[in-house]
T-cell receptor
Framework: SQQGEEDPQALSIQEGENATMNCSYKTSINNLQWYRQNSGRGLVHLILIRSNEREKHSGRLRVTLDTSKKSSSLLITASRAADTASYFCATDGNNDMRFGAGTRLTVKP | AAGVIQSPRHLIKEKRETATLKCYPIPRHDTVYWYQQGPGQDPQFLISFYEKMQSDKGSIPDRFSAQQFSDYHSELNMSSLELGDSALYFC?????????????FGSGTRLTVV
């Protein structure tokens, strides 16, 4: 079963809008990472947030982590058509990594 | 719900040995992707299969081969193992090559070459 579950599974927005994706997980973690995947190929690492951090920023990306609720969110601000991709959270704990189900983001020009 | 099953979860091999990793996609998923993630690295795309045919090829070494069988499960065969092959190997599946219904990842196989 999936360690992380992304919510929503699919998201469609207009260019310039913000996109928020959520991820929940079940077990304790060392850190949580967000990846994007284009066209079923390589996974691109976006951002890592450690279990003792609550928020992290990188460019137009903002990630929050709530370990009490075992959840994380990824916010992409001022979205662009090039942001269209699948986004995954992955949790890292006890020497393994678990990927969530992913959110398919479509940004319409 | 059924997920992507990978076996074995852990594997220890010696240099120059061979290893076979297996991936069982979600029922009705026809596309399988293989990734290799070395320590501290991003997952690297190796190869994918769609309807039992190779669909796309990434950075898969010549010592590795893979195939997708009639029941859509896939096997990654690794020969002449090297220490640098130690990594976490992920498999993902989707319905359709572009995964319009989304991708599902397995929990990975951790291969250690000693």
């Amino acid at each position: 079963s999936q360690q992380g579950e992304e919510d929503p599974q699919a998201l469609s927005i207009q260019e310039g809008e913000n996109a928020t994706m959520n991820c929940s997980y079940k077990t304790s973690i060392n850190n949580l990472q967000w990846y994007r995947q284009n066209s079923g190929r390589g996974l691109v690492h976006l951002i890592l947030i450690r279990s003792n951090e609550r928020e992290k920023h990188s460019g137009r990306l903002r990630v929050t982590l709530d370990t009490s609720k075992k959840s994380s969110s990824l916010l992409i601000t001022a979205s662009r058509a090039a942001d269209t991709a699948s986004y995954f959270c992955a949790t890292d704990g006890n020497n393994d990594m678990r990927f969530g189900a992913g959110t398919r983001l479509t940004v319409k020009p | 719900a059924a997920g992507v099953i990978q076996s074995p979860r852990h594997l220890i091999k010696e240099k120059r040995e061979t290893a076979t990793l297996k991936c069982y996609p979600i029922p009705r998923h026809d596309t399988v992707y293989w990734y290799q993630q070395g320590p501290g690295q991003d997952p690297q795309f190796l190869i994918s299969f769609y309807e039992k045919m190779q669909s796309d090829k990434g950075s898969i070494p010549d010592r590795f081969s893979a195939q997708q069988f009639s029941d859509y499960h896939s096997e990654l065969n690794m020969s002449s193992l090297e220490l640098g092959d130690s990594a976490l190997y992920f498999c993902a599946s989707s319905f359709g090559r572009q995964g319009p219904g989304g991708y599902t990842f397995g929990s990975g196989t951790r291969l250690t070459v000693v």
